[in-house]
Structures are given as structure tokens and as C-alpha cells.
């Protein structure tokens, strides 16, 4: 199910941005008990464990929202709350066309321009026939005449050039890419609020 890969913000115990995961990965977590789910209505905020979350889901809510089990339906959390990390482990971003395009954000590295998914390729810098890799630094979005262009000449071949040096992303940049969006849904202020109300844990002597 698509659905199942859609994003959803991470928060540790402090209420400050850490990462964000897959759906699947958040109901995980949520059943586990590692996380509880962060549910904004108008100007106030709740949190759910599984079970209210479970019971929750049952009400009225569009099918864009809901995943549907055997036994019961269950809202797509948003946002979640971590219990048990303070820190979630840094992770490397996946090598995947997804995460390509969003670094290179769907423009083509060559001409610059921006483009729908639909209309770029994957192009290697270095073509593999002359000894370039599957790697970060060396496979960047390219549009379709580009591609066409440069073939599999090198660069100086080709007479062409990069708008900027491919490498891996880091995870963080990510985490802004996702909370842009949930900016735009209008989490801002609820996400400052809760970073500057939260209670801190006290070190107890
Ligand atoms: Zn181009």
C-alpha cells in the first residue's frame, strides 16, 4: 500500500523535530509502545496511545486517511511522539530514485531547470560503461534532452557541467523537505508552541 510510505514527522520527549518515518514505521512504533500519535484540532493538541488511537479511527474520516486491517480501520498519524529515545539514531538516507529526485529537487543537474518526476531520468555521471558508479556522487537527475545530449561521454566530452556537485544528503535536510509540508498545513505554530511549553524533565538529585 503507497500509503504505508508517506511521512510522518517525528518528535522526541522535548516536542523537537527528530526525523521523520514511514507510516508503516510510526504505527510500529505506536503499537509498540515506543510512540504516541499527535493529533492537532483547532488551536489544541492531544496524544493517543494505541488503544484511544485504535478507538479514535472508527469515527467519520475521508479513506485518503484511513488504513484498513482485518478487524479494524486505523487513522494515518501526521505526527508522532516519541516515548522511549531521547534521540532517534541518525540514519543514512536510502539510495533510491525517491530520495535522488528530492535532493536534486525533480531539476535537471545539467540544464537546471525544474521538471514533473515523470519528465527526468536518472543519468550517471560517470556512465557505467566507463567505469561510474551507483553512488550518491555520481547519479544525479537529468531531463530527457540532456540525457540525450551528453550520452555517455564524460563531461568534458560532452562540453557540459553540473549545476552542483552531487553527494550523499544528509538526514536532516530531509526533515526540513517534510516539515516544509507540514508548515503549509499549519503546524508551525503549534510545533513552536510545543517547543516552548513542553516541561522539561528535571535532573532529580
Ligand atoms: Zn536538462
Redesign the pocket.
Known amino acids: 500500500m503507497e500509503i504505508l510510505s508517506n511521512e510522518v514527522l517525528v518528535l522526541n520527549k522535548l516536542w523537537q523535530v527528530v526525523d521523520v518515518c514511514s507510516v508503516r514505521r510510526a504505527l510500529c512504533l505506536l503499537y509498540l509502545r515506543h510512540a504516541q500519535v499527535v493529533l492537532k484540532e483547532g488551536g489544541s493538541f492531544y496524544t493517543f496511545g494505541f488503544e484511544d488511537w485504535r478507538d479514535f479511527s472508527q469515527d467519520h474520516f475521508q479513506d485518503s486517511e484511513i488504513i484498513r486491517t482485518i478487524t479494524y480501520k486505523i487513522r494515518i498519524p501526521r505526527v508522532i511522539l516519541l516515548l522511549i529515545y531521547d534521540r532517534f539514531p541518525p540514519r543514512r538516507v536510502k539510495f533510491t530514485r525517491k530520495n535522488i529526485y528530492k535532493r536534486d529537487e525533480n531539476t ?6 525544474k ?1 514533473k518526476p515523470q519528465d527526468l531520468n536518472l543519468d550517471h555521471v560517470v556512465s557505467l560503461s566507463r567505469g561510474g558508479k551507483d553512488s550518491w556522487e555520481n547519479v544525479v537527475c ?6 540525450l ?1 551528453k550520452g555517455s561521454r564524460t563531461l568534458a566530452e560532452a562540453g557540459m557541467s553540473l549545476i552542483r556537485t552531487p553527494k550523499r544528503p544528509h538526514w536532516r535536510s530531509f526533515v526540513k523537505y517534510s516539515l516544509d509540508a507540514m508548515i503549509e498545513d499549519g503546524w508551525k505554530d503549534f510545533l513552536d508552541l510545543a517547543y516552548w511549553n513542553v516541561e522539561l524533565e528535571q535532573n532529580e538529585k
Not at 108 to 113: D, L, N, R, V
Not at 142 to 147: I, W
Open positions: 535537471c543537474q545539467y540544464c537546471g531547470k521538471f537529468s531531463c530527457v534532452p540532456c540525457n545530449r
